[in-house]
T-cell receptor, first 116, second 116 residues
Framework: AQSVSQHNHHVILSEAASLELGCNYS??????LFWYVQYPGQHLQLLLK??????LVKGIKGFEAEFIKSKFSFNLRKPSVQWSDTAEYFC??????????????FGQGTTLQVKP | EAQVTQNPRYLITVTGKKLTVTCSQN?????MSWYRQDPGLGLRQIYY???????DKGDVPEGYKVSRKEKRNFPLILESPSPNQTSLYFC???????????????FGEGSRLTVL
């Protein structure tokens, strides 16, 4: 069974600062991993995903994430944040790692506030 | 336009009054799912459906029912709503019935439900 935890619940940054949001998962086997973003008042949308291959995954809007299997981590990064990155960010992973059961587990979410 | 449509978007009701939140997708997706979003708890899966007539429980199914009679529709039914079901509900769909190996989740705009 999978659990997903996000360590930072609320992050406040100034524009141009670098961002790293932590995500750890528990499943020890093959795993697919996702980061979703929810802008204020909007629905969730996919930022990036990892299935296999290169552990450094690039997503939309300059975001990237690194899969480190030995640390069970999939941290989200952006070199320079903008005010428009203010949103809630969710890490997610399938219950059984690869998604065959159809159950997707989300982390608690991290609220990012970027000050202009 | 490809989308997941939920109705109603906002609803205030009273304890015990049955209600249905509809969800429809126009992408011919096999997989559909319902989540509720609560502060500090992230998104929790209520029910999901791998295909027509195939549904299964997520992490928090108590007090909810679903049906999948057609591929495009996946209504969420609260037979006897209670105040602890006050939440923001999201419907989502994905192309892959095998989970997330090839697809991403597409979310609806959300339905904010208040049960008095």
């Amino acid at each position: 069974a999978q659990s997903v935890s996000q360590h930072n619940h609320h992050v406040i940054l100034s524009e141009a600062a670098s961002l790293e949001l932590g995500c750890n998962y528990s499943y020890g086997g093959t795993v697919n991993l996702f980061w979703y973003v929810q802008y204020p008042g909007q629905h969730l949308q996919l930022l990036l995903k990892y299935f296999s291959g290169d552990p450094l995954v690039k997503g939309i809007k300059g975001f990237e994430a690194e899969f480190i299997k030995s640390k069970f981590s999939f941290n989200l990064r952006k070199p320079s944040v903008q005010w428009s990155d203010t949103a809630e960010y969710f890490c997610a992973a399938p219950y059984d790692g690869s998604g065959n059961t159809g159950k997707l587990i989300f982390g608690q979410g991290t609220t990012l506030q970027v000050k202009p | 336009e490809a989308q997941v449509t939920q109705n109603p978007r906002y609803l205030i009701t009273v304890t015990g009054k049955k209600l249905t939140v509809t969800c429809s997708q126009n992408m011919n997706h096999e997989y559909m799912s319902w989540y509720r979003q609560d502060p500090g708890l992230g998104l929790r899966q209520i029910y999901y459906s791998m295909n027509v007539e195939v549904t299964d429980k997520g992490d928090v199914p108590e007090g909810y029912k679903v049906s999948r009679k057609e591929k495009r529709n996946f209504p969420l039914i609260l037979e006897s709503p209670s105040p602890n079901q006050t939440s923001l509900y999201f419907c989502a769909s994905s192309l892959s019935s095998g989970g997330y190996g090839t697809g991403e989740l597409f979310f609806g705009e959300g339905s904010r439900l208040t049960v008095l």
